[in-house]
């Protein structure tokens, strides 16, 4: 179903710059990106579209709404990954049929995988040039968003849509040294942001302040994230953690591991969203992240990631 903002949007792009949405799906219909997509394409105001495309469909929507926005005039940039496994050669056809349309393609980085999954429209507002981004824990795929539990925002904060435009500077080559306020971006800030956050709930936990730490993932083989959530847990902090595939922690050891908790979840649907809780009794808020980020060296290090924070309760 659709959430109650763009049941009857005729213009998403007022939806969000009310509020931010977020979109679970598969309970909730993949297809408001699709608009997003093709309201862009046809909107006299937008005026550059960038896309990253890990996967997709083979007859994708979101591919013809992209060539329908370069047809129109827009500027779109989509990051094609070559090295998605079994899409290589999907995505190598998609890359040429982009090309062939006019649309900027662009490969990455040479060594890290792209596996975030961000798009950015920037549209001109009377004198002001305003952002609109989506990111999800999921792809652009939407078959797989029937199959798969992902997140998905749209929002046009200005600090979350300013990293999701220097995330892009990056990708297409224009900006070698990237600054994230919101994001957390491997392979410069994700890594050492997370182990800051565990560090800091052990450090409540020591003080006599409430401290949880919740993480859904698919997997979690990182030696030093471990080892930080073992001291966490030594310190006192309550750790939940559902993982889908591979652990490499041991639960339950006494003195090392007996606050944390591990299970899986196999359902109906194929768990993919990775969500990260940090109670943050310091603050008013807890911390709450979403994105495709598991807790791996090859995600840490070897992949461009983009987590975002949840803002809005």
């Known amino acids: 179903y659709l959430p109650k903002e763009l049941e009857n949007s005729q213009n998403i792009f007022e939806q969000i710059a009310s509020k931010d949405i977020l979109l679970h799906h598969p309970y909730e219909s993949f297809q408001p990106i699709v608009d997003f997509l093709n309201q862009a394409a046809y909107d006299p105001q937008v005026i550059s579209i960038k896309q990253t495309l890990y996967r997709t469909s083979g007859d994708s929507p979101v591919i013809k709404a992209l060539i329908e926005a370069s047809r129109k005039g827009k500027k779109v940039t989509v990051l094609v990954e070559i090295k998605a496994r079994f899409d290589e050669a999907n995505n190598i056809q998609w890359a040429r049929q982009l090309e062939d349309e006019g649309v900027r393609v662009v490969f990455g980085i040479i060594g890290l995988k792209t596996h975030c999954k961000t798009c950015i429209v920037v549209r001109q507002e009377g004198t002001e040039l305003r952002h609109y981004a989506h ?84 997997s979690l083989v990182d030696q030093e994230t471990i080892n930080s959530l073992y001291l966490a847990s030594q310190a006192g902090v309550k750790v939940d953690l559902i993982v889908r595939g591979i652990c490499c922690l041991v639960p339950s050891i006494k003195g090392i591991s007996e606050n944390i908790r591990v299970r899986s979840i196999l359902g109906r649907y194929l768990e993919h969203s990775r ?31 983009a987590v975002f924070p949840i803002q809005d309760p």
């Open 135 to 218: 990111l999800s824990t999921g792809n652009y795929n939407p078959k797989t968003a029937r199959l798969y539990t992902d997140l998905s925002l749209f929002t046009c904060k200005k600090d979350i849509t300013k990293d999701v435009a220097g995330l892009f500077k990056i990708l297409t080559g224009s900006c070698p040294k990237p600054i994230f306020k919101k994001l957390l971006i491997a392979p410069f800030t994700l890594h050492s942001s997370i182990q800051k956050y565990i560090r800091s709930e052990a450090l409540n936990a020591k003080n006599g302040k409430s401290a949880r730490i919740i993480v859904k993932i698919n």
């Open 275 to 305: 969500i990260f809780y940090f109670e943050n009794s310091n603050e008013s808020q807890p911390r709450i992240f979403v994105g495709s980020a598991d807790w791996m060296p090859r995600n840490f290090y070897r992949r461009i990631e």
